[in-house]
T-cell receptor, first 111, second 110 residues
């Protein structure tokens, strides 16, 4: 079993839809959880960062962490064509170790 | 990209040639990373360095080499031993938990 599992998609939604992106993981030692957005031919950029369990909201984006289920989610409200990108989840144990990344989910928002 | 500069943006390698990808940062981060990204493969860790003059192999280090002589710089050499070098290469730095990425170098074989 891979440490981090992420559905690669592609996921195609109409503009204005609510998007749900998810990752599952097997290592219960993960404490830090991140979502990165990567546009085509660009480097990933940090979108959301959470520590331990709970929710975090930033504008149209909400990150959720459920450590009991080893499951994290990213919700995008009122999705826009500019949200079309690949979304990568990433996790860390202590902050001093390399991040473990999911393979990314490719999202297309159709106008 | 922030304070991470990768160069060149595009690079072409001839058969049997070594090429070096540059990564420079001004974020004063101790840790630096090199990833390879192939379509549908996600990010695969090549090498990382948590301190000057020290580095560790990642998951796919064969055919690659690195050095870390300065805190600001972490160049990656793709050697002739890497038989399938065509990919998008990303450099990252890490401050506490968060990694910051450069814009990437796209390497192709002539």
């Amino acid at each position: 079993q891979k440490e981090v599992e992420q559905d690669p998609g592609p996921l195609s939604v109409p503009e204005g839809a609510i998007v749900s992106l998810n990752c599952t993981y097997s290592n219960s030692a993960f404490q830090y959880f991140m979502w990165y957005r990567q546009y085509s031919r660009k480097g990933p950029e940090l979108l959301m960062y959470t520590y331990s369990s709970g929710n975090k909201e930033d504008g149209r984006f909400t990150a959720q962490v459920d450590k009991s289920s080893k499951y994290i989610s990213l919700f995008i409200r009122d999705s826009q064509p500019s949200d079309s990108a690949t979304y990568l989840c990433a996790m860390d144990i202590s902050g001093n170790t390399p991040l473990v990344f999911g393979k990314g989910t490719r999202l297309s928002v159709i106008a | 990209d922030g304070g991470i500069t990768q160069s060149p943006k595009y690079l072409f390698r001839k058969e049997g040639q070594n090429v070096t990808l540059s990564c420079e940062q001004n974020l004063n981060h101790d840790a630096m990373y090199w990833y390879r990204q192939d379509p549908g493969q996600g990010l695969r860790l090549i090498y990382y360095s948590q301190i000057v003059n020290d580095f560790q192999k990642g998951d796919i280090a064969e055919g690659y080499s690195v050095s870390r002589e300065k805190k600001e710089s972490f160049p990656l050499t793709v050697t002739s031993a890497q038989k399938n070098p065509t990919a998008f290469y990303l450099c990252a730095t890490q401050g506490t938990d968060i990694q910051y990425f450069g814009a990437g170098t796209r390497l192709s074989v002539l």
